[in-house]
């Protein structure tokens, strides 16, 4: 795949309810040049969701042929659905644009072994577990079954934060930002830098 070696790919994750799509959001408004990757998933659309802008909501027999067809960067299972990534749209993008991922450390693992790829891998987490819990109750999006599921898998989720760049807290949603910033802006200069006496 051949793309602009300036363009970068952040990858956001973490356990759920801790803001990463919010989050996601915030920097796609401030970075005009930034596109959210969207994921391909088998899971039924929320009320508030729109095919094509929050996910490509697809049957799990298309996404199994997508996976026999080598057709993903990544793809994993979590709580029972399946969410991949596919490569002609990330292609697409990092042709002109940098890219944010929204995906947990499954897909991580799997698009790190792209060494070709500008990741930049940030770790989000809430400053404790309960914090955690009250949030999944409060975005009222889930079933308690759902919610007890999600908070069930933090302590897994947990230990793999080795696999990241950065571990941000995010305890304030705009000091959370304000670092995520940061990080970004510290990253596109490094590449810049590094390609300008190439």
């Known amino acids: ?9 952040i990858i956001l994750s973490s356990p759920s309810g801790v803001g990463k799509t919010t ?22 659309p929320r009320s508030n969701e729109i095919d094509g802008i929050d996910y490509h909501f697809i049957s799990q ?3 199994q042929k997508l996976i026999n067809e080598n057709k993903f960067y990544e793809h994993a299972k979590i709580f ?8 002609k749209n990330v292609d697409n ?20 072994k792209f060494k070709n790829l500008n990741l930049v891998k940030i770790y989000l987490i809430a400053d ?23 908070f069930s898998s933090f302590d897994q ?20 930002f304000k670092q995520i910033e940061r990080i970004i802006l510290n990253e596109k200069k490094s590449i810049s830098s590094f390609h300008k006496f190439q």
Do not use: A, P
Not at 23 to 44: D, E, P, Y
Not at 80 to 87: H, I, R
Not at 128 to 150: A, D, G, P, Y
Not at 163 to 174: P, R
């Open 61 to 63: 027999k298309e996404f």
């Open 93 to 112: 993008i990092i042709l002109k644009n940098d890219i944010i991922f929204d995906i947990d450390w499954q897909g991580t693992k799997q698009l790190s």
């Open 157 to 176: 989720d947990i230990k793999h934060w080795n696999d990241y760049d950065f571990i941000v807290v995010n305890k304030n949603l705009e000091v959370c």
């Open 128 to 150: 404790n577990k309960e914090e955690l819990k009250t949030r999944l109750i409060k975005r009222n999006q889930n079933t308690k079954e759902e919610i007890e599921n999600r």
């Open 1 to 9: 795949m051949k793309h602009d070696v300036k363009n970068i790919m």
């Open 23 to 44: 989050l996601t959001k915030k920097i796609q408004q401030k970075f005009q040049n930034f596109k959210i990757s969207v994921s391909h998933t088998t899971r039924k």
């Open 80 to 87: 029972e659905n399946y969410y991949g990534t596919l490569k």
